[in-house]
């Protein structure tokens, strides 16, 4: 099923950005001359990666990259959306996009039917002040959890974890805090006892340091009636054992969450070729880019083209990755699932849509919700 691309969207992003123009290599090429990406903010993580596979590009195959970034997940999505990007280079706005909540939850988008190619895992976990008594997630109860006033990227993520624990929000004493960085200073400063987060803010460091000193919440990959109810609230989520942090290290690793930071998207209609190239485009240049950033081996295809992952997967990229001998059944299975999903959302929109068009928005809202929880609900 493919969803219409809407002709007009309210959010328009500055197209900015970097071109890497070298010239082509005598050898044929099976990228396109020029493409446009979009991303974070110059100066984030999913830019700077951007920027080291499109230089690779550039070097190997002669293709001109253009980057447009973009600080809000609006403004990431909608030239994707709108054919003026080819590619997105996307955090948690692609689920919730795919979803139709949160920004999405608009009458103007809904669910948007986008595919991915790969994303590169990143740990995501409950530092704990080390004082304070929490080595499991169920700990947490009635402990006081920080939160980030108006960031649904961070608060849905830290909900699946609590869920991972049988807890809510209803069971600890979650406390929002304005900023990011207010939150992540929250544990040193005796404010709260516990956050969720990347293991490497410098605000964690610090706590390291203090005399609370920290402490990750067990997350142990055996625990498979967590991880269900994990993947109730958030599929994209997978185990992930990571040795890069604070308070964390090869000797002392801790097992965590991953999600995929950036997501690599386009739309389902993508021609299948174009994926498969751009694919093995991103294999082929691994070795190019993998030192770009510390993080950046993690761009390996046998661990970065697997499910769970915010999207389904394009056909065209599990084409490669059944050559490539990565797909397995499994992930077939997970994909189907996915696809399955995501094809239920898009109907209720149509239907929500149909039925809403002469209530307002607080009524179409509530409207949604209803269709979306039942179209959830009709796969179980």
Same mark, same amino acid.
Request: aromatic share 10%.
């Given at each position: 099923?493919?969803?219409?691309?809407?002709?007009? &969207?309210?959010?328009?992003?500055?197209?900015?950005?970097?071109?890497? /123009?070298?010239?082509?290599?005598?050898?044929?090429?099976?990228?396109?001359?020029?493409?446009?990406?979009?991303?974070?903010?110059?100066?984030?993580?999913?830019?700077?990666?951007?920027?080291?596979?499109?230089?690779?590009?550039?070097?190997?195959?002669?293709?001109?990259?253009?980057?447009? *970034?973009?600080?809000?997940?609006?403004?990431?999505?909608?030239?994707? %959306?709108?054919?003026? !990007?080819?590619?997105?280079?996307?955090?948690?706005?692609?689920?919730?996009?795919?979803?139709?909540?949160?920004?999405?939850?608009?009458?103007? $988008?809904?669910?948007?039917?986008?595919?991915?190619?790969?994303?590169?895992?990143?740990?995501?976990?409950? *530092?704990?002040?080390?004082?304070?008594?929490?080595?499991? =997630?169920?700990?947490?109860?009635?402990?006081?959890? /920080?939160?980030?006033?108006?960031?649904?990227?961070?608060?849905?993520?830290?909900?699946?974890?609590?869920?991972?624990?049988?807890?809510?929000?209803?069971? %600890?004493? !979650? =406390?929002?805090?304005?900023?990011?960085?207010?939150?992540?200073?929250?544990? !040193?400063?005796?404010?709260?006892?516990?956050?969720?987060?990347?293991?490497?803010?410098?605000?964690?460091?610090?706590?390291?340091?203090?005399?609370?000193?920290?402490?990750?919440?067990?997350?142990?990959?055996?625990?498979?009636?967590?991880?269900?109810?994990?993947?109730?609230?958030?599929?994209?989520?997978?185990?992930?054992?990571?040795?890069?942090?604070?308070?964390?290290?090869?000797?002392?690793?801790?097992? &965590?969450?991953?999600?995929?930071?950036?997501?690599?998207?386009?739309?389902?209609?993508?021609? !299948?070729?174009?994926?498969?190239?751009?694919?093995?485009?991103?294999?082929?240049?691994?070795?190019?880019?993998?030192?770009?950033?510390?993080?950046? *081996?993690?761009?390996? &295809?046998?661990? /970065?083209?697997? *499910?769970? =992952?915010? %999207?389904?997967?394009?056909?065209?990229?599990?084409?490669?990755?059944?050559?490539?001998?990565?797909?397995?059944?499994?992930?077939?299975? $997970?994909?189907?699932?996915?696809?399955?999903?995501?094809?239920?959302? &898009?109907?209720? $929109?149509?239907?929500? %849509?149909?039925?809403?068009?002469?209530?307002?928005?607080?009524?179409?809202?509530?409207? $949604?919700?209803?269709?979306?929880?039942?179209?959830?609900?009709?796969?179980?």
């Amino acid at each position: 099923m493919t969803r219409t691309r809407p002709a007009r &969207l309210a959010a328009a992003s500055l197209i900015a950005g970097a071109a890497f /123009a070298i010239s082509a290599p005598a050898q044929a090429q099976e990228l396109p001359d020029t493409m446009t990406w979009s991303s974070y903010d110059v100066g984030s993580a999913g830019y700077a990666e951007a920027s080291a596979i499109a230089d690779a590009f550039g070097r190997k195959y002669g293709t001109r990259v253009r980057i447009q *970034p973009s600080g809000s997940s609006i403004g990431r999505l909608q030239p994707v %959306v709108s054919g003026r !990007a080819d590619y997105g280079f996307l955090a948690t706005e692609a689920f919730f996009s795919a979803e139709g909540i949160y920004d999405f939850a608009d009458r103007r $988008w809904g669910p948007q039917n986008l595919r991915t190619l790969a994303g590169r895992p990143s740990s995501f976990g409950m *530092p704990t002040a080390a004082d304070a008594g929490i080595e499991k =997630i169920a700990d947490a109860r009635g402990k006081r959890v /920080a939160f980030v006033a108006g960031n649904p990227s961070v608060n849905v993520k830290c909900d699946g974890i609590l869920a991972f624990g049988g807890l809510t929000r209803d069971d %600890v004493e !979650a =406390i929002m805090f304005p900023t990011y960085g207010a939150a992540m200073s929250s544990l !040193a400063a005796g404010q709260a006892d516990a956050t969720c987060t990347t293991t490497t803010p410098s605000q964690l460091y610090e706590l390291a340091e203090s005399p609370r000193g920290i402490h990750w919440a067990d997350i142990p990959r055996d625990d498979a009636e967590g991880w269900e109810r994990v993947s109730d609230l958030a599929p994209f989520f997978a185990p992930y054992t990571e040795t890069v942090g604070a308070g964390i290290s090869q000797e002392n690793p801790a097992q &965590l969450m991953a999600y995929r930071y950036p997501v690599l998207v386009t739309m389902a209609d993508k021609s !299948a070729d174009d994926v498969y190239a751009m694919t093995k485009a991103l294999d082929e240049t691994y070795d190019m880019f993998k030192d770009g950033t510390a993080v950046m *081996p993690r761009w390996k &295809l046998d661990e /970065a083209g697997l *499910p769970p =992952i915010d %999207v389904p997967f394009h056909e065209g990229a599990i084409r490669y990755l059944e050559e490539k001998g990565i797909w397995t059944e499994e992930a077939q299975a $997970w994909n189907d699932r996915a696809v399955k999903r995501l094809d239920a959302l &898009l109907a209720a $929109w149509d239907e929500a %849509v149909a039925e809403g068009e002469s209530l307002g928005d607080e009524e179409f809202a509530a409207l $949604w919700e209803e269709k979306r929880q039942a179209a959830v609900a009709s796969l179980n």
